[in-house]
């Protein structure tokens, strides 16, 4: 019975892991752009975090105000300069300068940090324990603040996406970018915005993880990025649910095969992923039509 | 005969399909002067270059394959690197066995090469991103399998227990004549191969898959056979790899560092060029030689020019030398000769292809 | 060419100015609200082919100037020529044809004009302002809109949606979402499914729908018959004249020539990218369409050896 604590542990990571995922997502179905560097960016919103605490002193759980807004704006940049250059070549420049935005942004990070881990000590009393169901239940309640915090983001992603007129001319230029500039649509501003949602919901869980667990200059593709790919691909994509239910997904995964052996947690994860990408590669939940 | 078919026989007979610019056959002597010459370097200088020579042949040969893969074939592979792990620890694997570690390296090479067939099954499927990814976590899965065995290290890594005595001296020079051999090999290869009419297919395939199934090119064969073929390098590398170190470490030989610096040497040397990774590798080398000082920031210089390359100069910096001197050292390309413009025009068959923006439709 | 006399309405034509192309059935002046009154002369279609006054409207209508002109156009595909020095001029009002056969570059010209292909010589002039350089979403904005080719629809959107998306940046003008609605009846109540799941004639009228919303004065249609069944091609292109009758401009890409006479005011062949026929459908014949579409020579006699 002490897996059913682990299988809750991993239903409320996999929360965590959804917001990783639902930028990478987005970015995929709106531009078409895989970001490799996309797990790195969680960590530069993690080192922000540290820095910006560092210097203005706010709590921890709200530094995020501050850093999120910083990546989106970071995001529309580099999205209408950068990346938007290398989508004008083609897919395979965009797959290769994201690559070495990655390696830059990791190996700049190991330069002028240091390659130890860093964490994003809560202070708060109430925050850093736990609540019990019955005897055999112990839930974090961080962990249970990030899930609650993913459900919502997502949820209001959604909306957003599905109601605003802004959500609506993403899903347009998604469908049909050449279409949308003849109805007077610049895509270029429209890729921008969904980079920034991107970047910043991304940055987001960056500030999460850290909270929770800890980070280093390699964090963003040792563990993250992987982690974000998985829980898309398991959930399909397209789909914002299909992004919590694969994220899902794979935190029961590993919480299993962290109880089948101590070191096999990740690799119980991506055993999983590489099922699906075979099996199933248009994931578990396949709404829409990409394209 | 209709005024029609007239003018196509008479063309016929003017224009002349060749293989090669005049100049293959100085291209040719000049490869065989520079191997020579490379061949005798043991006899010239130290222990300590030979080890900086070894290890631009490793990445020259990593950098062949990568090429071979994503300029050519059209996959970008970022999990490259575990065949370099594969690779370095079959040596490991038989020199515990008691086979000598020069003997161990062909058979490691060809290991791989049969290793990438189940691999090739897993991820063949996918399309670009997808596949990116996909080999990238195959890389990371094989890695965390060889860390459960506790016969080859399991996290740390094991020493080659069985290296041969020599002097310090004699070793380094038959690892660096072997080295020299793997990557001779492997340009012959990669040349030969795109000379071949597998290179016609690749380049079809690179050019419209779709044309280039219906008229029969058999694309998935194709495809397979250039990640088999990069498999077999990338592990000859790996080989050379624990040879030159006498070490295998987990960590170091299946490290995605190595596929970011086969991609960056071959993005700024030149895509899709034979000559391409040549250039890369030397840039490379005095980069790092340059560099080696400041820890990582030659890996942060060489992605940001990389970076900077593939946007702006497709074709690295060989495409420029190239674009300027209309020089192809490496021929496998084929030139229309048309008598009536006194010269040549250059019907580039290989040409580099970063991806060509198709324009609209045609009506 | 007589002397210009002065404007009368001739039998059959339209009174007063602003007046769109109207057909045979409607009655004279039948202007309909909201229509701006300050456009030019138009040219008359084929059906009313009164001779009597068409000169005297076509100079007058030459004063006005065209709404939409194109100049030496030239346009590559990489290293193939798709379009050569090609140039028309698209009065306010008319309906202007561009036929020709699969490759000769129909498709192109209005994509180029649409601002999806930058020309490689040329200018393309609306209103007289020089919008060659302009991009696609710009032009569209300030009123050059375009139905593609194969109709391009958001397919993962509503009907509404769609609509939507098309007034987003829209221009003042007299139509609306519930105007769309009120052109095709079915739509409305429709209007919730996504259009992936619509046939395609009501695709394509959804995408009509969607380049009006934004009011354009330029309405660019691309090959509207495509994939569809003839009785619905019919019925779409019949709801060119409440569409006109609003003031707008149509300059269209049909493959089928008949179509094409039976709509245009004025029509161009292009063949191999060039101009190979040009007039109004009331003066071409026939013979010379098929020649100008097919590119055969007049005359066979001239020809030394034979054609197998």
Redesign the interface.
Not at chain 1, 88 to 93: A, K, P
Not at chain 2, 354 to 363: E, Q
Not at chain 3, 304 to 308: D, F, N
């Given at each position: 019975m002490v897996w059913i604590n682990d299988i809750i542990t991993g239903i409320l990571i996999g929360g965590l892991y959804a917001l990783f995922a639902c930028g990478l997502s987005l970015m995929?179905g709106v531009m078409k752009v895989?970001n490799?560097a996309h797990g790195d960016l969680a960590v530069i919103g993690g080192y922000i975090a540290v820095g910006v605490i560092a210097v203005t002193h706010i709590p921890v759980l709200w530094s995020f105000v501050i850093v999120v807004p910083l990546m989106a704006v970071l995001g529309y940049v580099l999205q209408r300069t950068?990346i938007q250059?290398?989508l004008?070549?083609?897919?395979?420049?965009t797959?290769?300068?994201t690559?070495?935005?990655s390696?830059?942004i990791e190996?700049?990070l190991?330069?002028f940090e240091s390659a130890n881990s860093h964490s994003l000590g809560v202070d708060n009393a109430i925050i850093t324990s736990s609540f019990s169901i019955g005897s055999q239940i112990t839930v974090a309640y961080l962990l249970l603040l990030i899930f609650v915090v993913a459900v919502v983001v997502l949820t209001g992603l959604q909306y957003f996406l599905s109601r605003s007129r802004y959500g609506r001319l993403i899903r347009a230029v998604a469908d049909d970018k050449e279409a949308a500039q003849l109805s007077g649509i610049d895509y270029r501003h429209v890729f921008g915005i969904a980079a920034a949602i991107a970047f910043g919901t991304v940055a987001l869980a960056g500030i999460a993880y850290g909270m929770y667990s800890q980070f280093a200059p390699t964090t963003g593709?040792d563990t993250i990025l992987?982690f974000a790919?998985?829980a898309v691909?398991i959930g399909g994509l397209g789909s914002l649910w299909g992004t919590l239910l694969g994220g899902v997904v794979l935190g029961v995964a590993q919480a299993v095969g962290a109880q089948i052996s101590g070191?096999d947690e990740?690799?119980a994860g991506?055993?999983v992923?590489?099922a699906v990408?075979?099996l199933r590669?248009q994931g578990l939940i396949a709404r829409r039509s990409t394209s | 005969m209709?005024?029609?078919a007239e003018t196509t026989a008479r063309s016929a007979e003017k224009y002349r399909v060749t293989r090669s610019h005049r100049n293959v056959a100085w291209t040719g002597l000049g490869a065989l002067v520079v191997v020579v010459a490379l061949a005798l370097f043991p006899y010239v200088v130290g222990a300590g270059t030979e080890t900086i020579v070894v290890q631009a042949f490793i990445i020259l040969t990593l950098a062949s394959m990568w090429n071979l893969l994503?300029g050519y074939a059209?996959l970008?592979s970022?999990g490259q690197q575990a065949f370099v792990g594969i690779g370095a620890y079959f040596v490991l694997f038989l020199n515990i066995h008691n086979i000598s570690m020069f003997a161990a390296l062909p058979v490691a090479a060809v290991g791989c090469g049969v290793a990438a067939l189940p691999m090739w099954w897993?991820?063949s499927?996918?399309r670009?991103?997808?596949f990116?990814?996909?080999t990238?976590?195959?890389a990371?899965?094989v890695l965390?399998?060889i860390?459960?065995f506790p016969s080859l290290g399991s996290g740390t890594g094991l020493s080659l227990p069985h290296t041969p005595s020599l002097s310090t001296a004699v070793l380094e020079a038959y690892t660096y004549w072997i080295g020299l051999a793997v990557t001779v090999l492997a340009l012959l290869a990669v040349y030969l191969l795109l000379r071949s009419r597998l290179g016609l297919v690749l380049t079809a395939i690179r050019d419209d898959e779709v044309a280039a199934r219906s008229s029969g090119a058999r694309v998935g064969l194709a495809r397979m056979l250039v990640f088999v073929v990069a498999g077999i390098g990338c592990g000859a590398a790996g080989a050379l790899l624990a040879v030159s170190q006498l070490i295998v470490q987990p960590s170091a030989v299946f490290s995605?560092?190595w596929t970011?610096e086969m991609?960056?040497v071959v993005?700024i040397g030149g895509l899709g060029t034979i000559e391409g990774p040549i250039l890369g590798t030397i840039v490379y080398m005095v980069l790092q030689q340059t560099l080696a000082s400041y820890?990582?920031?030659y890996?942060?210089i060489l992605?940001?020019v990389?970076?900077v390359i593939?946007?702006f100069a497709?074709r690295g910096l060989w495409g420029l030398v190239d674009e300027h001197l209309h020089v192809r050292l490496f021929p496998v390309g084929y030139w229309l000769w048309d008598p009536d413009s006194g010269g040549r025009r250059g019907a580039r068959g290989s040409g580099p292809g970063?991806?060509?923006?198709?324009?609209?439709?045609?009506? | 060419m007589s002397e210009p006399t002065p404007s009368e309405p001739g039998p059959g034509e339209p009174e007063g100015r602003g007046a769109a192309w109207t057909s045979p059935r409607e009655p004279k002046g039948a202007a309909s609200p909201g229509l701006r009154s300050d456009e030019g002369e138009t040219r008359e279609g084929d059906a009313s082919r009164a001779p009597g006054g068409e000169r005297d409207k076509q100079s007058e209508r030459e004063d006005r100037g065209p709404i939409l002109e194109v100049r030496e156009l030239t346009v590559?595909?990489?290293q193939?020529q798709?379009l050569d020095h090609v140039s028309l001029r698209v009065f306010p009002g008319e309906v202007y044809a561009i036929i020709g056969a699969?490759?000769?570059?129909?498709?192109?010209l209005l994509?180029t004009i649409a601002g999806?292909?930058r020309p490689t010589e040329g200018s393309i002039l609306f209103d007289g302002t020089n919008v060659t350089r302009v991009r696609p979403e710009r032009r569209a904005i300030s009123g050059i809109v375009m139905v593609p080719?194969g109709r391009r629809l958001f397919g993962s959107l509503t009907v509404e949606e769609n609509l939507q998306v098309g007034a987003t940046y829209t221009r003042k003008g007299p139509w609306t979402i519930e105007r769309v609605y009120e052109l095709f009846a079915w739509m409305k109540d429709r209007r919730a499914q996504r259009t992936e799941q619509l046939s395609g004639g009501e695709q394509q009228s959804v995408a009509i729908g969607r380049a009006l919303v934004a009011n354009p004065r330029v309405l660019l249609l691309?090959?509207l018959s495509l994939g569809l069944a003839p009785v619905v091609v019919q019925r779409i292109y019949g709801m060119l004249p409440q569409i006109l009758a609003t003031g707008l401009t149509v300059l269209l890409?049909e493959q089928d020539v008949s179509q094409a006479l039976r709509v245009a005011s004025h029509l161009q062949c292009l063949l191999e990218g060039r101009t190979t026929l040009e007039g109004k459908p009331s003066e071409v014949t026939p013979e010379e369409v098929e020649a100008a579409y097919f590119g055969l020579r007049s005359a066979p006699a001239a020809e030394?050896?034979?054609?197998?």
């Open positions: 995929f895989i490799l950068v250059a290398a004008d070549r083609s897919i395979l420049t797959l290769l300068v690559f070495g935005l390696v830059v190996n700049g190991l330069q593709t992987l790919f998985a691909v070191s990740f690799l991506y055993i992923f590489l990408l075979v590669p | 209709t005024a029609v994503a059209g970008v970022v897993l991820v499927r996918l670009s991103g997808y990116a990814i996909a990238w976590v195959l990371t899965t965390l399998i860390e459960k995605v560092q970011a991609a960056f993005i820890n990582v920031w890996l942060i992605g940001l990389a970076m593939a946007i497709r970063l991806g060509r923006r198709s324009g609209g439709r045609h009506s | 590559h595909h990489g193939l798709a699969n490759g000769a570059g129909k498709s192109t994509r999806l292909h080719e691309d090959e890409v030394g050896s034979e054609e197998a």
